[in-house]
């Protein structure tokens, strides 16, 4: 892959360190943590307003402390109910002392009604285990609202990945399917006390990963093994599988690299996308507040707009095209139509300058970027995003994914309405392969240094380029 030709790096931009992942992109990971240290102040509040008749500033002021002493919270779903009864215990021990020796200290312990402080003592702890019991019952329920499990592959069937596999194995909660293992030794070579699948060797593991719609690639190969790891990684490039290493290893051209855990075992991330646990439900957040807002104030010019297609030539309003989305898979962008043709087959031909296909409307809307308006409802339906790399037909796209390594790296996101490219002189037709490398090279800045701060300097950006931009036709 090469190097990025930006003048002004998404890193430095943000310049901020890019927080490392804590492996809690599980809807019941985020719950773990989020629920012992709620139970302790709903318990609080709840007993304040039965006691005082109202919420006192020292009882906020409490509820706040051991909300922060608490969060986040203990993983129990795996636990046994004796083993989950006993950490609770155990952990209360030690935050109620703490709690109590710091407000005897101070006096500030006098603030307090004491029955509600020996009530709230002895009720905070039942709560959380009460809290804990229902999320363990509804377990099962909210993985199935998750969607399917992710399958994963592990190269490398020793001692390392096999440990792994048993994770895997033992931890129903991990949302992780494993569909076996790749290795190119032979099979009595391969030693395990545990019947595993074998699937391949490793010169198949890019048609082995596409065949079997795998999503999760674990590398648990010897760092002697350097050669052969950047010769399976150049293959890879070709997919949209999240790639982590098993053990730690350290590569030098990262996307979203951090460590991380899988069911308790140590992994590096290689390739991963910027949008998982809290930065995912951020981004999707601002999509649909943003999108929404948009809609709401353009919508008069929307209408205006298709009147104006369709009185000025024959066909549709809107032109629909099938790109690459999220994952390689295929979506149905919106655009209004500019051109007297759809092209939408194996072979496009992208706009130039002074296009005979391009109506005189379609040249206003395609220089001022209003054209890509009804793309607001593609980000709506969760196909698209307002900043992402944009996307391209899936024409030019299985021809390019042969000529540039790393290209599909581009689809860990979804495609967006503006990118860190366009804003980068990188906006309009790609002529050669060179210009297309560059349009590549801050798509993958952009995952690899992704922040709110990022989009939103993208969309500023975006609308002064709009005004004088003359590069799109």
Partial sequence: M???????????????????????DNL???????????AFVFSLWALAYHFEGELPPPYLILSTLVFALTFPGQARLQSSLMAVVIDVAVNWAGIAGLLLITGIATGYIKEFSKLAVTTWLWVAPLTELAACLVLRSSAPLLLKLQGPRQRAIIVGMNEQGMALASKIKESPYARIELAGFVDSRSAERLTSPIPQKLLGKLGDLAALVKANRIQLIYLSLPMASQPRILQV??????????????????VTDLIQGHPGSVCGMPVISVCETPFKGTDGFLKRISDLVLSALILALVFPLLFIIAVAVKMGSPGPIIFKQRRYGLDGQEILVYKFRSMTVTEDGGAIQQAQKNDLRITPLGAVLRR??????????NVLQGRMSIVGPRPHAVAHNELYRKLIKGYM???KVKPGITGWAQVNGYRGETATLDKMQGRIDFDLDYLRNWSLRLDIHIILKTIRLVLKDQKAY
Avoid: C, W
């Fill in 409 to 411: 790296v581009r689809h």
């Fill in 2 to 24: 090469s190097k990025t030709h930006a003048t002004l790096s998404a890193a430095a931009l943000n310049k901020q360190p890019v927080p490392a992942s804590l492996g809690r």
């Fill in 28 to 38: 019941l990971s985020l719950l773990e943590s989020i629920i012992g240290p709620a």
């Fill in 368 to 377: 001022t970027s209003l054209d890509e308006l009804p793309q607001f409802i």
């Fill in 233 to 250: 990684l150049d293959e890879l490039k070709d997919t949209t599988a999240s790639i982590y290493f098993v053990p730690d290893m350290f």
